[in-house]
């Protein structure tokens, strides 16, 4: 069971918000009389916001090009988008729909969206035709690796979906997340991106990201040229937090809870994760100093760490999570400390802790569950299944599906649909509103993986039905469909007899 939440701070900005807050066009517009800045050139080993795009090196143009049409991006004629993906990315797929969304949008405003692979022809084609409408822009395959060496590898970019776009001046004048570039594409397709100050915040996040002295010197600077936007404060944001530049990331985060409540309340949650990570790097440090570990130091240790994180409930849960994982089934003293210290908030908390404490007991059974499963005592089996169940009923209705999802992935061919189904009937009886993801998606899993595809179909027709997500229903039943039993092959017909040879 998943106990822990990535503590990714990037990560857990770019990969939830799906647009770029709410700033004005001319929030990031430097201030009269600010300070200019100098950036030293040594510092600058990437190609950098600003730069001359260079043309495509393409292999196959996949859809809405060709080899005698091919797209030049550097022709002055439009605005272009150039995204790299792949088809086994899942984030890659949910930014699909939006990618055609804004080519439809914004194609009478001369905007062109190209979508870069560098898999095989025989890999992108399928996908492209299968996904139709749905992604509704030009796709083509990369020549020998060469358009992503030109852009992904030149500007320090390692992830993917990742978007750049190029104005009509054939500049790369933005690089970022797709889901993040609804602001900047505005602002560029109007003529109100302030491409000055975008090329000094990426330049400045290199600076930071290569630990130059000369980034504290000009941190308040930039940081009030940049204002309120956020898709600038997210990318200093990571770059700080990388190099583990605290007082600087503490600057970008208070900017950052001024654009509007919901990231007041994520700034709120950035911080309690850095707080939970520095604490248990020490205890880790502290633990860890002598082996084994000195009782004196170990109590001192975890005093230190409780005291810490004394008053913070996500940060406390956080840490009891993450040190579960770490310990295992050792000693899990401080992990019950962190929930009492937890439970004393408030009413709220203390329910938390319970819960924790439900998964904790309930993870101690799944491992002795795997145990039984390997013998030959049925009744053993019965016993842990009971404990299981015990433990999670009445809990957290979504860890319920997830252990029941767990179940039946971990014990393979062993496992089989009692525990599970009764897990997500009991999660079906204690839900207080309308699941993300259906009960049923898991119940259609548990009936797949134990062979009775039949009622697999039937709870996987009800899952998706309840999805009002497109994108959602459509990578749910890519992933149920991929856990359906193969039918079983027709046995080849035997070979007709020959006729016998006619008397003479």
Not at 251 to 277: C, F, N
Not at 281 to 298: G, K, S, V
Not at 451 to 468: C, F, H, M, R, V
Request: aromatic share 6%; hydrophobic share 40%; with cysteine.
């Amino acid at each position: 069971m998943a106990l822990v939440a990535s503590l990714c701070i990037a990560g857990g900005l770019t990969g939830c918000k799906e647009n770029n807050g709410s700033g004005s066009s001319d929030a990031g517009s430097p201030r009269s009389g600010a300070q200019e800045l100098r950036i030293p050139e040594a510092a600058l080993q990437f190609s950098k916001v600003g730069d001359s795009a260079k043309p495509l090196s393409v292999a196959h143009w996949v859809k809405g090009a060709s080899a005698e049409s091919p797209i030049d991006i550097t022709d002055g004629k439009n605005v272009y988008v150039v995204e790299f993906w792949a088809t086994w990315c899942g984030p890659c797929k949910t930014s699909i729909p939006h990618l055609t969304e804004l080519q439809k949008k914004h194609k009478d405003q001369g905007l062109v969206i190209i979508g870069i692979s560098n898999e095989t022809l025989e890999e992108v084609k399928p996908f492209v035709e299968e996904q139709g409408d749905k992604m509704d822009y030009i796709v083509a395959v990369d020549q020998d690796n060469q358009t992503s060496i030109s852009y992904m590898e030149a500007f320090g970019q390692n992830g993917i979906p990742c978007a750049f776009i190029i104005d009509k001046a054939g500049q790369v004048v933005w690089v970022g997340h797709p889901m993040k570039m609804d602001q900047p594409l505005e602002e560029i397709l109007t003529g109100k991106y302030d491409l000055q100050t975008n090329i000094k915040a990426a330049e400045f996040a290199q600076l930071v990201a290569a630990e130059d002295p000369a980034a504290k010197e000009m941190a308040d600077t930039i940081l009030k040229q940049i204002g309120t936007r956020i898709d600038l404060l997210e990318t200093i944001l990571e770059a700080a937090y990388q190099t583990d530049e605290w007082e600087l990331l503490d600057k970008v985060l208070d900017q950052m809870a001024t654009v509007d409540e919901e990231y007041a309340q994520r700034t709120k949650e950035i911080r309690s994760q850095i707080k939970t990570e520095k604490a248990l790097e020490e205890y880790a440090n502290a633990i860890w100093a002598d082996e084994p570990p000195d009782a004196a130091a170990l109590q001192a240790a975890s005093d230190k760490l409780i005291q810490s994180l004394k008053g913070d409930v996500a940060a406390l849960e956080g840490a009891a999570a993450q040190l579960l994982v770490g310990l295992g089934s050792q000693d899990t003293n401080i992990v019950e400390s962190l929930l009492k210290e937890m439970a004393s908030i408030d009413e709220a908390a203390a329910k938390k802790a319970d819960q924790m404490r439900k998964q904790i007991r309930a993870s101690q059974a799944m491992e002795k569950y795997k145990t039984v499963v390997d013998g030959d005592d049925p009744e053993a089996r019965k016993e842990i299944e009971k404990e299981i169940f015990e433990a999670l009923k009445e809990g957290d209705p979504f860890i319920m599906a997830q252990a029941a999802y767990s179940i039946v992935m971990d014990l393979g061919d062993e496992a089989t649909a009692e525990l599970p189904l009764q897990l997500l009937d009991e999660a079906d009886r204690t839900q207080t509103e309308k699941p993300k993801i259906p009960n049923d998606f898991f119940r259609a899993i548990v009936y797949y993986k134990t062979g009775q595809p039949e009622l697999g179909d039937q709870s996987a027709e009800k899952a998706l039905a309840a999805l009002e997500d497109e994108v959602m229903r459509t990578q749910m039943q890519a992933y149920l469909n991929s856990l359906k039993p193969a039918l079983p092959e027709a046995p080849e017909a035997e070979p007709a007899p020959e006729p016998e040879p006619a008397a003479e």
